[in-house]
Structures are given as structure tokens and as C-alpha cells.
């Protein structure tokens, strides 16, 4: 079955940055679009809504209000319809919990007619509608077992990421290793164990163990966290430093080459990578009034740990460890195990299949211009726009949720070939070139 409508754009994906460019779209008359996604429906990282756990962007990067502080869609007007305006008043904080930004978005995603879930595409290849160049793309229905095929001049990849666990993690039938991402499902059976080891030094990491040890009193398991790095690091919350997610900077970090974008992104740790301080001074915290009466034996904490193999043996799990500094090795054998090592981006197979029409950076990184256009060997007038994989290209804006924004007006902009939603330059205090003066 095929649809006679050719569209302006298909997203690929309803995360986040997909919703922002449909809740934009949602009165651009002159463009018509349609999103799909084979979730059920919206849900941002359920296995991570932990109680207490806060965004770690203010409320203002939302899904709309850079681009339009009017929208119906913004995070203001929802906290205004569900009659929390002045809660939210009193709150005075510019950081959210993150259950909320999720209720928000699926708040959003409810209200947009062009946002369709149970819907898997699986193909996208080139074609003609009518006499005029198009991508033809193949949807299956998973509510209905329906296939259909949709034409577009345009597709907005926003297949988002998925969770990454080293192959030497993955060894044996993983019952008792638990990634992050699947945290909240298993917390249950993680707290009735009686030894936890958490893995991994960034945001994730310090939330769940902070949430284990503060049930840790109500349990009887012992609690350890380990990781590689030689310090649990604070994230970078300067406001000069902060500068990076601006538009300003990611102009000029896309104008690096690839070898210095990627020497760049390595400076960059700091401020796209670390704890935020109010999870640490919680964490420690809680542990100075653990100690009051001595100290908790069954909490560990250790940094400098490369944690090289998991294995899995019945109910137990052992980890191969190296304290690299000193080099020493070391074994845990434990009950439970939860690993916090991030995610990778998610490339659907119909992107491989066109690997060889695509510039490329490296083995896994395509080559993506600054209007976020994927570039092909040879020049087409049909765009796939990436909201993933971009790291290499655009770098602070790859995963920054208010730098999404900026890229969803860019998307839209190009695809009408004009100005829809004016993009602002000079954003910030600091200049990233010389200027040239005659």
C-alpha cells in the first residue's frame, strides 16, 4: 500500500530532537511532515527516572523555546496546563527533575498529529513521486502488521543512540549485569542482592549509586563503585566555560578538521562529561553521616580501576580488575552488576546500505556539513539530515539538548529555502577566532 502524498520531510525516530523539529513544524503550514517510531510511544530514558534525579540543562532547553519562547509547546506552558505554574515559582531552580522533562515531552508528543509510534521504517532508498526526485520509505505498522510506503523530498535521521557495554562485559547470559539504561526494572532485584558493584564514572553512575546508597540502609548488601578514571571529576558548570553550547562555538568547531575536531572533543570532556557537583556533595553527604558512628566497611569506593572482563558464573559475577596506576590486578566476585558505559549512536541498516554513496570521516563516522546534511559523493537535492552520529562534526552540539533546537531550526530552514525561524549569531561573550582586520 502507498500513500499518494509527497512530503517535505519523514523523521526517523521520535526521540527528543525528532519531537523538537515536529513541535516546530506543527504550524509551518508550508512545510508537511511526518515522523515515525517504533516505541510504543514517547518515553526518554525510563530506566533512568530516578527520583530526585535532575536534568543537566535548565528548563529553557526544551524542545522549542530557543527557537520560538511563544510556542504553545514550551516547557512554561506545560507546567502552566497541568496548574504547577506556581509550584514551579516556588521551586526557583532552573534545573528540572528529569521525570518531568519526560511527562513534558510525551505532553508534547500526545498533542501532534504527525508523531506516529508502533511504526518501524525499514527501508529508505532513492526513487522518483510524480516525475520529481524523492526518497521512498517503507514503514511497517507493528500494531497492525500493515506495510506502506511514504514519499518525501527530504528524511531527518533521529534514530538516537543505544547503550554500549564492551564486549568483554558481555560474556555468558548477562542475567545479573544490568546496563544503566535498564536500571529502574531491575532495581528491585539489584537491592535484594547481597553485594552491588557499579561501573563507570559519569552521571549515570554517581545517580545510581547514590540511589543504592541511600536504600542501602533499608537492605543488607554491600555497595561498591569503580571506576577507570583517576577522579571522580566534577562537571564543568563555569558560566565562560558553559560558552561551548552556543551556536558561536559549534560554527567554529565544525570548521576544524577532522583531526582537530576530534583533539578538540577531547578538551571538551570537562564540560559534556563528569558529575554534576549537587550529586557528589549529596554522595558525600550521606557518607560523612554514615560515619558519625564509623565507617561503613561495606561501601567502596575506588577510583583508577580499569574493570577489563565481567564474567558470569550461575548467580555470581566476577570482574577482572587492574588498578592501573599501581598495576595491580584484582578479582570481585559479586551477585549483581551495573554497568554505566555510556551509549553509541544507533545506525539503521538502511544507512550502511548507502555507505559507499556517502563521504566518510572514518570507519563509522559519515561526513555531515553544517547544515546538518549528510554528504554524498555526488551532489543530490535530496537531503537525509543526521541528528545522530554527530559528535565528530558538530561536537558539543551532538547530545546538548538546547543546541537541538538550533539544529531543528537549521533542518527547517533549509528545507523551506528560507528564513522560517531566524538564527541568531554573536550568542555569546567570547570570539573562537581572531578577528581579521584590514
Known amino acids: 500500500m502507498s500513500e499518494h502524498v509527497l512530503y517535505d520531510c519523514i523523521g526517523v525516530g521520535i526521540g527528543p530532537f525528532n519531537l523538537g523539529l515536529a513541535a516546530l ?12 517510531d517504533k516505541a510504543e510511544c514517547f518515553e526518554w530514558h525510563p530506566g533512568m527516572l530516578i527520583e530526585e534525579a535532575d536534568l543537566q540543562v535548565p528548563f529553557l532547553a526544551d524542545l522549542v523555546t530557543f527557537a ?20 514551579f515559582y516556588f521551586f526557583k531552580r532552573f534545573d528540572i527533575p ?73 560474556r555468558g547470559k548477562q542475567n545479573n549485569v544490568v546496563h544503566t539504561s535498564d536500571y529502574l526494572p531491575n532495581a528491585s532485584d539489584i537491592k535484594e542482592a547481597s553485594s552491588v558493584v557499579v561501573v563507570g564514572s ?24 569503580y571506576t577507570r578514571s583517576a577522579l571522580f571529576s566534577q562537571l564543568e558548570t563555569g558560566k565562560l566555560g558553559q560558552e561551548v553550547f552556543s551556536p558561536d562555538y559549534v560554527h567554529y568547531f565544525h570548521s576544524l578538521d577532522y583531526e582537530k575536531r576530534k583533539e578538540a572533543l577531547g578538551r571538551l570532556q570537562t564540560v559534556r562529561n563528569g558529575v554534576d557537583k549537587e550529586t557528589l556533595i549529596n554522595i558525600y553527604d550521606l557518607l560523612y553521616n554514615r560515619s558519625v558512628e564509623g565507617r561503613d566497611k561495606n561501601i567502596i569506593i575506588q577510583p583508577l580501576t ?59 563516522e559519515f561526513q ?38 538550533m539544529r531543528n531550526q537549521t533542518i527547517i530552514n533549509d528545507i523551506a529555502g528560507k528564513e522560517l525561524y531566524p538564527l541568531k549569531n554573536d550568542t555569546v561573550f567570547q570570539q573562537f577566532r581572531p578577528e581579521m582586520k584590514n
Open 68 to 87: 520560538d519562547p511563544t510556542s504553545k509547546y514550551s516547557f512554561l506552558n506545560y507546567v502552566h496546563k497541568q496548574n504547577r505554574l506556581y509550584q
Open 306 to 364: 580499569e574493570v577489563e572482563e565481567i564474567k558470569e558464573h550461575g548467580v555470581e559475577v566476577e570482574l577482572q580488575c587492574m588498578q592501573w596506576e599501581t598495576e595491580e590486578s584484582f578479582v570481585r566476585k559479586v551477585e549483581k552488576v551495573v554497568v554505566a558505559t555510556g551509549y553509541k549512536p544507533h545506525i539503521p541498516e538502511w544507512i550502511w546500505d548507502k555507505k559507499a554513496e556517502m563521504v566518510w570521516e572514518s570507519d563509522k
Open 368 to 405: 555531515v556539513d553544517e547544515k546538518f546534511r549528510i554528504v554524498w559523493k555526488e551532489k543530490r537535492a535530496n537531503h537525509i539530515y543526521a541528528s545522530t552520529n554527530l559528535e565528530h562534526s558538530h561536537g558539543t552540539a551532538a547530545t546538548n539538548l538546547s543546541l537541538a533546537v
Open 25 to 36: 513544524l506543527d504550524n509551518q503550514d508550508s512545510i508537511k511532515a511526518i515522523f515515525f
Open 202 to 225: 559519569g552521571q549515570s553512575a554517581a545517580e545510581v549509586f547514590y540511589e543504592l546508597l541511600v536504600d542501602q540502609k533499608h537492605f543488607h548488601y554491600s555497595l561498591t563503585w
Open 98 to 170: 528529569r521525570r518531568e522533562y519526560n511527562l513534558y515531552a510525551k505532553w508534547v508528543a500526545d498533542q501532534l498529529k504527525a508523531c506516529h509510534f508502533q511504526s518501524v521504517v525499514v527501508d529508505v532508498k532513492e526513487t522518483e513521486h510524480n516525475g520529481v526526485s524523492a526518497y521512498q520509505v517503507t514503514v511497517h505498522r507493528l500494531d497492525t502488521g500493515e506495510t506502506k510506503l511514504y514519499f518525501t523530498k527530504h528524511v531527518v535521521l533521529g534514530t538516537g543512540s543505544i547503550p554500549f557495554v564492551p564486549e568483554s562485559f558481555s
